[in-house]
Protein backbone atom coordinates (compact mmCIF):
# COMPACT_ATOMS: atom_id res chain seq x y z
CA UNK A 1 0.00 0.00 0.00
CA UNK A 2 1.41 3.48 -0.73
CA UNK A 3 1.76 5.95 1.88
CA UNK A 4 1.25 9.71 1.59
CA UNK A 5 2.50 11.82 4.18
CA UNK A 6 1.82 15.63 4.27
CA UNK A 7 3.49 19.02 6.11
CA UNK A 8 2.58 20.88 8.07
CA UNK A 9 -0.44 19.31 10.16
CA UNK A 10 -1.71 22.65 10.50
CA UNK A 11 -1.02 26.27 8.95
CA UNK A 12 -2.41 29.52 10.41
CA UNK A 13 -2.61 32.13 7.41
CA UNK A 14 -3.32 35.81 7.13
CA UNK A 15 -5.67 36.79 4.11
CA UNK A 16 -3.38 37.01 0.86
CA UNK A 17 -0.15 35.31 1.80
CA UNK A 18 0.65 32.02 0.06
CA UNK A 19 0.43 28.69 1.28
CA UNK A 20 2.23 25.59 0.26
CA UNK A 21 0.97 21.91 1.06
CA UNK A 22 3.32 18.76 0.14
CA UNK A 23 2.70 15.35 0.21
CA UNK A 24 4.88 12.63 -0.39
CA UNK A 25 4.62 9.64 -1.28
CA UNK A 26 5.96 6.59 -0.14
CA UNK A 27 7.19 5.27 -3.70
CA UNK A 28 6.63 6.73 -7.01
CA UNK A 29 3.30 7.38 -8.30
CA UNK A 30 4.42 9.55 -11.42
CA UNK A 31 1.64 11.96 -11.80
CA UNK A 32 -1.22 10.46 -10.04
CA UNK A 33 -1.50 12.42 -7.37
CA UNK A 34 -5.02 14.55 -6.66
CA UNK A 35 -5.86 17.38 -4.46
CA UNK A 36 -9.36 18.09 -2.69
CA UNK A 37 -10.67 20.36 -0.29
CA UNK A 38 -13.07 20.00 2.34
CA UNK A 39 -15.01 22.26 4.68
CA UNK A 40 -16.85 21.55 7.88
CA UNK A 41 -19.83 19.39 6.91
CA UNK A 42 -19.06 19.05 3.52
CA UNK A 43 -17.86 16.73 1.26
CA UNK A 44 -14.48 17.19 -0.63
CA UNK A 45 -13.93 18.71 -3.46
CA UNK A 46 -11.61 18.48 -6.48
CA UNK A 47 -9.07 20.49 -6.47
CA UNK A 48 -5.95 19.57 -8.83
CA UNK A 49 -5.85 16.32 -10.58
CA UNK A 50 -2.93 14.52 -12.36
CA UNK A 51 -0.45 16.50 -9.94
CA UNK A 52 -0.66 19.87 -11.91
CA UNK A 53 -4.48 20.18 -13.61
CA UNK A 54 -7.25 22.11 -12.62
CA UNK A 55 -10.60 20.81 -11.93
CA UNK A 56 -12.81 22.69 -13.69
CA UNK A 57 -14.51 25.89 -11.86
CA UNK A 58 -12.15 25.89 -9.25
CA UNK A 59 -9.90 29.38 -8.71
CA UNK A 60 -6.71 30.02 -10.36
CA UNK A 61 -4.85 30.99 -7.19
CA UNK A 62 -5.19 27.29 -6.48
CA UNK A 63 -1.73 25.40 -8.17
CA UNK A 64 0.27 21.74 -8.17
CA UNK A 65 2.45 20.57 -9.24
CA UNK A 66 5.43 17.99 -8.52
CA UNK A 67 5.98 14.02 -9.90
CA UNK A 68 7.62 10.97 -8.32
CA UNK A 69 7.60 10.97 -4.78
CA UNK A 70 7.07 14.68 -3.76
CA UNK A 71 4.13 17.11 -4.97
CA UNK A 72 2.64 20.34 -3.55
CA UNK A 73 -0.24 22.00 -4.05
CA UNK A 74 -0.04 26.11 -3.96
CA UNK A 75 -2.73 29.15 -2.69
CA UNK A 76 -1.99 32.15 -4.41
CA UNK A 77 -3.22 35.04 -2.54
CA UNK A 78 -5.46 33.05 0.04
CA UNK A 79 -8.92 34.07 0.63
CA UNK A 80 -11.20 33.84 3.52
CA UNK A 81 -13.14 31.01 2.07
CA UNK A 82 -9.98 28.86 1.44
CA UNK A 83 -9.93 27.97 5.24
CA UNK A 84 -10.25 24.57 5.35
CA UNK A 85 -8.87 21.05 5.39
CA UNK A 86 -6.89 20.06 2.40
CA UNK A 87 -5.79 16.06 1.44
CA UNK A 88 -3.99 14.36 -1.16
CA UNK A 89 -4.73 11.07 -3.15
CA UNK A 90 -2.95 8.87 -5.24
CA UNK A 91 -4.09 6.78 -8.06
CA UNK A 92 -1.40 4.73 -9.10
CA UNK A 93 -2.57 1.59 -7.46
CA UNK A 94 -4.80 -0.08 -5.33
CA UNK A 95 -5.77 0.21 -2.32
CA UNK A 96 -6.15 4.14 -3.58
CA UNK A 97 -4.75 6.00 -0.16
CA UNK A 98 -5.32 9.58 0.95
CA UNK A 99 -2.61 11.76 2.97
CA UNK A 100 -4.42 12.61 6.70
CA UNK A 101 -4.81 16.23 5.55
CA UNK A 102 -3.92 19.65 6.37
CA UNK A 103 -5.58 22.25 8.05
CA UNK A 104 -5.70 25.67 6.94
CA UNK A 105 -6.84 28.41 9.04
CA UNK A 106 -7.23 32.21 8.71
CA UNK A 107 -5.84 34.31 10.79
CA UNK B 1 -24.39 18.53 -14.13
CA UNK B 2 -23.08 14.84 -12.12
CA UNK B 3 -24.88 14.27 -8.82
CA UNK B 4 -24.24 11.55 -6.24
CA UNK B 5 -27.73 10.61 -3.89
CA UNK B 6 -26.89 8.70 -0.95
CA UNK B 7 -29.46 6.94 1.11
CA UNK B 8 -29.48 4.32 4.01
CA UNK B 9 -29.57 3.96 7.56
CA UNK B 10 -27.20 6.35 9.99
CA UNK B 11 -27.73 3.51 12.91
CA UNK B 12 -26.78 -0.11 12.41
CA UNK B 13 -26.64 -2.90 14.94
CA UNK B 14 -23.60 -4.84 16.10
CA UNK B 15 -22.75 -8.18 13.86
CA UNK B 16 -25.61 -6.80 11.24
CA UNK B 17 -25.09 -5.38 8.15
CA UNK B 18 -24.60 -2.09 6.82
CA UNK B 19 -26.42 -1.11 3.69
CA UNK B 20 -26.31 2.18 1.57
CA UNK B 21 -27.00 3.20 -1.93
CA UNK B 22 -25.75 6.20 -4.20
CA UNK B 23 -28.39 7.30 -7.26
CA UNK B 24 -26.03 8.91 -9.74
CA UNK B 25 -27.68 11.51 -12.33
CA UNK B 26 -25.97 13.29 -15.03
CA UNK B 27 -24.27 9.99 -16.04
CA UNK B 28 -24.58 6.21 -16.04
CA UNK B 29 -23.22 3.74 -13.69
CA UNK B 30 -22.78 1.43 -16.96
CA UNK B 31 -19.99 4.66 -18.09
CA UNK B 32 -16.75 2.67 -20.02
CA UNK B 33 -15.11 5.64 -18.76
CA UNK B 34 -15.79 6.15 -15.15
CA UNK B 35 -15.93 4.15 -11.92
CA UNK B 36 -17.93 4.34 -8.88
CA UNK B 37 -15.99 4.06 -4.98
CA UNK B 38 -17.30 4.06 -1.08
CA UNK B 39 -14.99 5.75 0.71
CA UNK B 40 -15.38 6.11 4.54
CA UNK B 41 -13.96 9.00 7.12
CA UNK B 42 -13.71 8.51 10.77
CA UNK B 43 -11.34 10.39 12.90
CA UNK B 44 -9.35 7.61 13.41
CA UNK B 45 -9.13 6.49 10.34
CA UNK B 46 -8.74 9.57 7.48
CA UNK B 47 -10.11 8.92 4.72
CA UNK B 48 -10.68 5.39 3.57
CA UNK B 49 -11.09 4.17 0.25
CA UNK B 50 -13.39 0.93 0.94
CA UNK B 51 -14.11 -0.49 -3.00
CA UNK B 52 -15.42 0.31 -6.43
CA UNK B 53 -17.36 -1.03 -9.23
CA UNK B 54 -17.18 -0.32 -12.84
CA UNK B 55 -17.42 -1.54 -16.57
CA UNK B 56 -15.39 -2.29 -19.40
CA UNK B 57 -17.39 -4.60 -21.33
CA UNK B 58 -18.42 -6.50 -18.39
CA UNK B 59 -18.69 -5.73 -14.45
CA UNK B 60 -15.35 -5.47 -12.53
CA UNK B 61 -15.08 -4.73 -8.65
CA UNK B 62 -12.08 -3.92 -6.17
CA UNK B 63 -11.91 -4.06 -2.66
CA UNK B 64 -9.78 -2.73 0.12
CA UNK B 65 -8.09 -5.96 0.90
CA UNK B 66 -8.70 -5.13 4.80
CA UNK B 67 -12.92 -5.43 3.93
CA UNK B 68 -12.38 -7.90 1.06
CA UNK B 69 -14.42 -11.03 3.36
CA UNK B 70 -16.97 -8.55 4.39
CA UNK B 71 -17.94 -6.15 1.59
CA UNK B 72 -20.36 -6.10 -1.44
CA UNK B 73 -20.35 -3.09 -3.79
CA UNK B 74 -23.48 -3.69 -6.45
CA UNK B 75 -24.24 -1.68 -9.33
CA UNK B 76 -28.13 -1.78 -10.22
CA UNK B 77 -28.37 -0.97 -13.84
CA UNK B 78 -32.44 -0.44 -13.58
CA UNK B 79 -32.13 2.21 -11.41
CA UNK B 80 -28.46 3.76 -12.21
CA UNK B 81 -27.37 3.61 -8.96
CA UNK B 82 -24.74 1.09 -7.28
CA UNK B 83 -24.92 0.00 -3.45
CA UNK B 84 -22.69 -0.87 -0.75
CA UNK B 85 -22.72 -3.87 1.78
CA UNK B 86 -20.98 -4.21 4.84
CA UNK B 87 -21.01 -7.47 6.63
CA UNK B 88 -20.47 -8.16 10.21
CA UNK B 89 -19.97 -4.55 11.62
CA UNK B 90 -18.23 -3.86 14.57
CA UNK B 91 -17.91 -0.01 16.52
CA UNK B 92 -14.76 0.29 14.39
CA UNK B 93 -17.19 0.74 11.40
CA UNK B 94 -18.51 4.21 12.84
CA UNK B 95 -17.79 6.35 10.54
CA UNK B 96 -19.22 8.88 7.42
CA UNK B 97 -19.54 7.41 4.25
CA UNK B 98 -19.59 8.26 0.77
CA UNK B 99 -19.81 7.69 -2.98
CA UNK B 100 -18.00 9.31 -5.59
CA UNK B 101 -17.65 9.13 -8.88
CA UNK B 102 -13.92 8.50 -10.52
CA UNK B 103 -12.43 9.79 -13.89
CA UNK B 104 -9.17 10.04 -15.12
CA UNK B 105 -7.88 8.92 -11.66
CA UNK B 106 -9.62 11.72 -9.53
CA UNK B 107 -12.88 11.57 -7.32
CA UNK B 108 -14.55 14.12 -9.32
CA UNK B 109 -18.16 13.78 -7.73
CA UNK B 110 -19.05 13.11 -4.48
CA UNK B 111 -22.30 12.39 -2.41
CA UNK B 112 -23.33 14.26 0.77
CA UNK B 113 -22.34 11.98 2.78
CA UNK B 114 -23.96 9.29 5.53
CA UNK B 115 -22.82 9.49 8.83
CA UNK B 116 -23.31 5.37 10.24
CA UNK B 117 -23.52 4.89 13.70
CA UNK B 118 -22.73 1.21 15.26
CA UNK B 119 -24.23 0.66 18.08
CA UNK B 120 -26.78 -1.74 20.34
Redesign the interface.
Known sequence: EIVLTQSPDFQSVTPKEKVTITCRASQSIGS?L?W?QQKPDQ????LI??ASQS?SGVPSRFSGSGSGTDFTLTINSLEAEDAAMY?C?Q?SS?????G??TKVDIK | QVQLQQSGPGLVKPSQTLSLTCAISGDSVSSNSAAW?WIRQSPSR????LGRTYYRSQWYN?Y??SLKSRITINPDTSKNQFSLQLDSVTPDDTALY?CAR?R?????Y????TLVTVSS
Request: cysteine-free.
Open positions: SHYSPKLKYFYHSLPFTFPG | SGLEWDAVYQEGSFDWGQG
